[in-house]
């Protein structure tokens, strides 16, 4: 097995920063914004990503603007593979009705996850304008969703995997390609 | 975690296996608040209800977690069915697997049959025991387990056991299937059992029971600081079996009543399985204060079964017994 | 029916001798024994390396005919005890009609006849219908073809004190034994397994020890009361032990049996819900088993008698509460024996032929059964290799309530000759009986 690191701590950081600002120029500001992390690394993300939006528009609270969504329950690979453990699901207090979702996870592949996220949503309440941002897309979809930022896009084989790393959760910040 | 098939006693689950299953349901339970109840997790699975006994709420408890699942539920009663005309459990669950069950969720007047039915081979599916006459009913004591957990430990409950809690359970311990199956998940999570009950109402050997055995209620309240007292459920025809003299003295002895509450810590739980007896096991005063849980324990019941279903049902199937 | 020389069998005292029959009798039984001492065309068999016992009697068969032919028949009974190596059997009075008339006792003894593996030998019922309110004819079942000498209402316990004490009384006159299944019915009330650590964990309605000790005593006193001999079915605690070696120390003419799954099997089997270890005394615990083994050896405990009890599949395919009591046993009855008494080096062959044959024979009043094997006693004999060892699989009974399937136990029949006629040869059954 080799391993290949394609994006270092600075990069990745570089690279949320950039999603941050597209994010709130694409908004037109930070209002209704609500950022979503899928588990466990879009989590990381999302919380990064609001607290760089947070940074530079002080009437963003990142806290109460954060919430995870587990989709688990929604995966169409259920009757597949042994039974998956189950995160927690938190929602903003305000809940989702009306407001501008930013879905973030950490790699785009077959797409499989956005869509088991978006059903989950759908049980959740309907917000006006769902987005996605992801800091890896590798390709290969599987199905017609694309992400509306991008942290870096990277070409790869299906044989490959993809590791992203984040200091949380993996004790150093870091993507890496494993072939 | 190792794939659970079947759950047919407490004493299937490891303590990290129990854990597990309780965290679903603190997820599960967050399902249950909001105003869209449903996951689409069990699309395209079929659960049967196989009640060979009369027993309407926790079969509507099992329907409603299949049904927030998504599962295509049947519900199969001895009574509206061909058993009551002589069809055998091992016909009925031939027709059930022809049928494509993918689960069955039995309810039966007899000890063991939900291991019958399991280990039979007439049936494929997983099995979920959800009362076999006098020996277990599991789910019960998971979703016991969980309301204890979240009324002590509130949203810091996922990922804990309750070591160092003692529990006392009162009553017809002889032929509470809900005793047992609590006595030996209570202990798979490191609580503290007391079991209290007449002489009469406790098997034989019960000493070999990992359990403090007490005759006495109030010396139970006086010497331990009991976290919750579970109330069981006393049957009117056992006192003509002579197991006790009489109602008012049964009562007397080993009720709850507010005399008693009252000498429990304030933030105790007491907890029923339903239904009650009020005024004989339990007074309606004692029911109806902020010590019960008996509702939480019914609202609970969904969240901890549809967890049992996640866990059984999810995942991929093979036929070999986990 | 050729004559037969047995060639170097070893008899239970550890001789080896060769055993010479003619026609239906034992005509020698010597060392070195002439080729033609059993005539110039008998049969010889080397017997070499074989334990040569007396022809085992059970006291106690369930043949099921008449009425649950389903289960068991005379024939498929009778082929079943000639593979255990029985040459009788004492065919239990719960059949329907119940065996207690003189008609339907020589009915069961006729079909057994007709069998030719075994002498079939009806048991009579203690009470009309086996229900324990009026005594059934005991002197007209006495005085029939089947000569019957053995009463008993098996599968229920003869409960009414009254009524036990003058059955005890009545068959005196021809010389009868009451065998007791000693069961307090209103402490068995819906029991399902012995009561005990095992019970309470599996919610199963317990079977406490005390309903047949409490009936054991009773009735031994009775006995002594009204000095009349009696036989304890099936006794099943370390309890019921202590009272029937207290109750012959003071000369009560009391008999006791064990069953082979009481000396070999115990509650823990229970916890698989298997319906196939039900039954009737339950099995207990381990320290009952070992009060068991002790006492046969001691001979506390008389004879083993096989219970052998044929269900049909749906009785025993479904939940626990709902399934039959009983459990095949004539097969491996020489087996389990020759573990409790010979593998464990607590006893010897001889006192085996006293458990299987002698005794029994003796409190049947058997007079051409469990005889000593020497010249002129009937020729039922059983030719047991003690060093083969088998897993025991399909029996030749028509039941499958075989608890035993799969487990490996010592010994094989390898020779039963029934009245001069090998009704197992080599291992295999004869495909016709004796006549």
Redesign the interface.
Known sequence: MTTRTVLSSGDIDRAITRIAHEIVESNHGTKGLTLLGIPTRGILLAERIASVIQRHYPEFDAASSTGKLDITMYRDDLAKNPTRTVSPTSIPAGGIDDAVVVLVDDVLYSGRTIRAALDALNDLGRPSVVRLAVLVDRGHRELPIRADFVGKNLPTSRDERINVQLTENDGETCVVIES | ?S?LKHLLSAADLSKSSAI?IL??A??MA?VNS???K????LRGKTVVNLFFEDSTRTRISFELAEKR?SADVINFSAKGSSVSKGE???DTAQTLEAMGADAVVIR?H????A??LA??GWINGSIINAG?????HPTQALLDAFTIRRRIYGSES?GKDLSGLKIAIVGDVLHS?VA?SNLILLNTLGAQVHLIAPPTLF????D??PATIRFDLDTAINEVDLDAVMMLRVQGERMNASYFPSEREYSRIWGMNADRLARLKPSALLMHPGPMNRGLEITAAAADSKNSTVLEQVANGVSVRMAVL??LL????TNIDA | MPNLLLKNATLPNGQIADIAIAGDKIVAVAAGLQSDSAGTDATVVDCTGLVALPGFVDLHTHLREPGFEQSETILTGSQSAAAGGFTAVHAMANTMPVQDTAGVVEQVRSLGMAAGYVDVVPVGAVTVGLEGKQLAELGAMADSLAKVRVFSDDGKCVHDPVLMRRALEYVKAFRGVIAQHAQEPRLTEGAQMNEGIVSAELGLTGWPAVAEESIIARDVLLAEHVGSRIHICHLSTAGSVEIVRWAKSRGIQVTAEVTPHHLLLTDELARTYDAVYKVNPPLRTQADVLALRAALVDGTIDIIATDHAPHPIEAKDCEWPAAAFGMLGLEIAANVAQQVLIDSGESNWQRLAEVLSHAPAKIGSLTEQGQEIAAGSFANLVLIDPKQSRVVKDSHSKSENNPYKGLTLPGAVVHTIYRGYQTVANGVLAVKGRN
């Open positions: 975690m794939q597990e965290d679903v603190e997820e967050g909001r105003d869209i449903k996951l689409p997790t699942l055998s459990l091992k039966h007899a000890s063991g049959a291991n019958v280990h039979s076999d006459g006098t020996h277990e996922k299937r047992r098997p034989a050997a019960v070999a029971w996640y866990q999810s995942g991929e199937r």
